[in-house]
């Protein structure tokens, strides 16, 4: 909405304004006047009669010094703002002058026709829908007589089935809890949802007691040692650190359990004699 060009405030002048009201001409003759008076006003008798300027901003309750119309810089760049603002459409993004109250004319309209329409609304409710004619069905009808769900049902080819999975029991002996059917995983396992929790909970249990006695056990295929160092037993850590390829460690296992002297039954020492055989052995 273009703004009306304006005229010089001057009767009788049709002139384009120009500047403080006036055409070019009448602007120029205000500025020499203005140049007059100021002189006029600097002589003492002037001077005398002129009520003393202030020198803190005029606002109650502010201290600060004045920097224009009796204002101090905050205070002036408010009253410029609002005196720049004061006749535009308060809508964002709208820069047409406000015809009656913060609206301009368009805006004004349309929250009028907002306001009307609500107001038809408010008076005249919609009806309610009418039911799915399946037996049973208490959805909206949208098309053909049927909810979403049944005139999918009926596109598709498939016989019409009531809305929801059916009535399952959980697997466990004793429960008569529905099928947890929200959890493909526990729905496949035959589970209502305590039971699921629970064997989540177990699997979690045995997944750490695995990982912890792997991590107690070698890590190389076929060792069952306990680990030394680097998940590794003490062979392997050997191996690893001489720059060995690691290989399966043969185990030394006696063919003996105890003295191999005749009618002893003491525990093997060493050579595969007790400790009483093996010092009278050495002493020979």
């Given amino acids: 909405m273009a703004r009306p060009k304006k005229q010089c405030s001057i009767d009788g002048c049709d002139e384009r304004h120009y500047g403080s009201g006036f055409c070019v001409d009448h602007y120029n003759d205000y500025r020499r006047w203005k140049r007059q008076e100021a002189k006029r006003l600097k002589t003492p008798e002037a001077t005398k009669l002129q009520p003393p300027k202030p020198k803190v901003c005029i606002v109650d309750g502010c201290s600060s010094p004045v920097r224009a119309k009796w204002m101090c810089d905050k205070h002036y760049r408010q009253a410029r703002y609002q005196s720049r603002t004061a006749h535009i459409c308060k809508r964002h993004g709208c820069k047409d002058d406000a015809t009656d109250g913060d609206l301009c004319s368009k805006h004004l309209l349309e929250q009028q026709e907002a306001l009307d329409a609500l107001a038809d609304v408010q008076s005249n409710p919609e009806p309610e829908p009418e039911p799915c004619s399946f037996e049973g069905c208490d959805n909206p009808k949208v098309a053909k007589g049927l909810c979403p769900t049944h005139y999918g049902q009926q596109r598709r080819g498939k016989p019409l089935t009531p809305i929801g999975f059916s009535y399952v029991p959980c697997v466990v002996d004793g429960c008569n809890e529905k099928k947890h059917q929200a959890n493909t995983k526990a729905a496949k396992k035959g589970l209502c949802k305590e039971h699921w929790e629970e064997d989540k909970a177990q699997r979690s249990l045995d997944r750490q007691a695995k990982s912890e006695a792997r991590n107690r056990i070698c890590y190389f295929k076929g060792c069952e040692r306990e680990v030394r160092a680097r998940k590794m037993c003490g062979p392997h850590y050997w191996q ?45």
């Fill in 240 to 284: 690893w650190k001489e720059g060995k390829p690691l290989t399966p460690i043969k185990s030394k296992k006696a063919s003996y359990v105890g003295c191999k002297a005749k009618g002893c039954q003491h525990d093997h020492y060493s050579k595969g004699y007790c400790r009483n055989h093996y010092e009278a052995l050495r002493s020979e």
